[in-house]
């Protein structure tokens, strides 16, 4: 089957880091993604990993273990914009487009 | 460039009714895909269009429909809609490559 998990809520303070997991399994597997959703947006376009590895861009970092179906999002230096949802969607093979997404982590940032 | 445009942005409708929604993808974007939105299954894949050719379905009734125009414009299509089919109906577009770029989404509501 298909399944993404990830954690539902997730609170931090202004100014700290906070690491936002995600585990997949799919039947075959390209990449994984990160978006932000802001309520009542659109989601928007943080990262894609194919390879393992950190790949960094700014205050947000996006880690992949392929072996062990795992990602993580980091975020630095939270500021009060970061209060939103992450969603986690895994791209599987001869998908064409077909993303698989995980029911999202809703950050709240406190001052 | 503009964005990913969707119309109308809210809808309600009555049950048995049925309703068609447009998505105008990003200008030389020619796959439009197609995600349901609700609070408790996060987006879920519904179909993916491709030079009006749907190369990928998801795991929706037959009452859930699409089709792609010409000029890469995308409509899908809900007949005898029903309370569940409340949600936010994403489209999203991309070029040849993974990034997908989405709208802002239609709100519908059966009552």
């Known amino acids: 089957g298909q399944n993404i998990d990830q954690p539902t809520e997730m609170t931090a303070t202004e100014g700290a880091i906070v690491q936002i997991n995600c585990t997949y399994q799919t039947s075959g597997f390209n990449g994984l993604f990160w978006y932000q959703q802001h309520a009542g947006e659109a989601p928007t376009f943080l990262s894609y990993?194919?390879?393992?590895g950190l790949e960094e861009k700014g205050r947000f970092s996006s880690f992949l273990s392929r072996s062990k179906g795992y990602s993580y999002l980091l975020l630095k230096e939270l500021q009060m914009k970061d209060s939103a949802s992450y969603l986690c969607a895994a791209y599987p093979s001869g998908g064409y487009n077909k993303l698989i997404f995980g029911a999202g982590t809703r950050l709240a940032v406190h001052p | 460039k503009a964005g990913v445009t969707q119309t109308p942005r809210y809808l309600i409708k009555t049950r048995g009714q049925q309703v068609t929604l447009s998505c105008s993808p990003i200008s030389g974007h020619r796959s439009v895909s197609w995600y349901q939105q609700t609070p408790g299954q996060g987006l879920q894949f519904l179909f993916e269009?491709?030079?009006?050719?749907?190369?990928n379905k998801g795991n929706f009734p037959g009452r859930f429909s699409g089709r792609q125009f010409s000029n890469s414009r995308s409509e899908m299509n809900v007949s005898t809609l029903e309370l569940g089919d409340s949600a936010l109906y994403l489209c999203?577009?991309?070029?040849?490559?993974?990034?997908?770029?989405f709208g802002p989404g239609t709100r519908l509501t059966v009552t």
């Open positions: 999203a577009s991309s070029s040849s490559g993974y990034e997908q770029y």
């Open positions: 269009y491709f030079s009006e050719t749907q190369r």
């Open positions: 990993n194919v390879l393992d």
